[in-house]
Each structure stands twice: as C-alpha cells, then as structure tokens.
C-alpha cells in the first residue's frame, strides 16, 4: 500500500469515528449538529483522479455513518452527490488551478476555499436533511437546519483541513 493510500485510509477511519462518537453526539440548540466526515471528500487529493474508485470512497464513508447512525442512507446518498458534483465546484471556485492540476486545497486563499467549503457543505446539507425530512411542508425547518448546521461544519471544516494537510498536499 503506498503512503498516500495509508493516508486517505486513515482520514477515513478517524473522520468515520470522530463523527460517530463525537459529532452525532452533538446537538446545539436541538438541531444544530456538525458532519465532519465529509472533510474526507472535501480534501480527498486531486492527483488521484480515479473518479470511479473516488465515488466508491465517498459513498462508503457516508454508508458507514449511516450504518452506526442508522439513518437509513441519506449519508451515503448526500455524499456520492457532493463527490460527484465536486469537479464542477473544484473549476468554479479554484479556475485556473485546478484546469493544470496545480491545485493544492491547504495552500490556496481564504476566499476560493470559503467558496469551495461552503458550495459543497451546503450542497450536502440540503440534499441530507431534505431526505431526513422528506416533506414540502416543511421546507424552512428543512432550510434552517441546513443553513445553522452548515455554518457549525464548515466553522469546524477550517479548524480541522490543517490537521489533515500532508507534504504534498
């Protein structure tokens, strides 16, 4: 096993059990919680761009929070969303950098990885707690939970991206 494979494969064995047995713990306010799992999509490396395999990771760390949560799937199916939309957001808010693969997520400034961050925090919540909910009718409560614990991720998605950063990252 090369060492960026041991790398990723301990990211998603620590963010799998941070999140089960710190953040599904917590619940500020009776709703505002932190889904710090999907950093592992977030700074997976570009220069492993085997799509396939990539959405097969994304998609079992999801499936895995979903199994200890018992949540039926809407992990799982939040983040093969955001991993599959990932190229796009990736273009969108790096431009030019990520089109040469000269993208490095950790050494890029505050602005295009506020973008990037927030874009695919915010894509997962609202396709997460509009499967928990599963009701038009209510769409703000839906929205709210989204929007407050979003901003709680992505304040907790810039505090840990440091811890996560290797030499060629």
């Known amino acids: 096993m090369n060492n960026n ?3 990723n494969s301990i990211r998603f064995i620590v963010l799998v059990l941070v999140q089960v047995l710190i953040c599904n713990h917590i619940h500020f306010l009776g709703f ?17 761009e085997n799509k396939a395999l990539f959405l097969f990771l994304s998609f079992l760390i999801g499936l895995s929070v979903d199994f200890f949560s018992d949540s039926g799937g809407i992990n799982a199916a939040a983040s093969l969303c955001i991993a599959y939309i990932r190229p796009v957001v990736l273009r969108f808010s790096f431009g030019s950098a990520y089109e040469y693969q000269t993208l490095k997520i950790g050494n890029t400034n505050l602005g295009q990885r506020f973008i990037y961050l927030s874009i695919m925090i915010l894509t997962h919540h609202i396709i997460l707690f ?4 599963f ?16 901003a709680f991720t992505l304040l907790l998605c810039f505090l840990f991206i440091p811890l996560f950063r290797t030499k060629n990252q």
Do not use: R, V
């Open 5 to 7: 494979a041991l790398t």
């Open 32 to 48: 505002i919680s932190p889904y710090i799992y999907i950093l592992f999509i977030l700074i997976y490396p570009l220069k492993n």
């Open 130 to 133: 509009c499967l928990e909910i």
């Open 135 to 150: 009701s038009f009718t209510h769409i703000l409560t839906t929205l709210k939970k989204a929007l407050l614990s979003g």
